[in-house]
């Protein structure tokens, strides 16, 4: 199955608010390796932001 760019935001979005890439994966039948390939560059984004935020903050 092939899943649009906001159907994987969605996905990634409810990874990010606390459910576990397991149960995604499960419910949604999508491969493990997959579903990391899509949320590896937002969580890069999120180090990224942190640390600069923390600049700005502090």
Not at 6 to 11: M, N
Not at 25 to 32: A, D, F, L, S, Y
């Amino acid at each position: 199955m092939k899943f649009t760019i906001e159907q994987k935001q969605d996905l990634v979005s409810r990874y990010f608010a606390g459910e576990s890439a397991y149960d995604i994966c499960i419910k949604e039948k999508i491969p493990k390796k997959t579903f990391y390939t899509w949320i590896t560059p937002h969580k890069e984004f999120k180090r990224i932001f942190k640390n600069c935020s923390y600049l700005f903050l502090n």
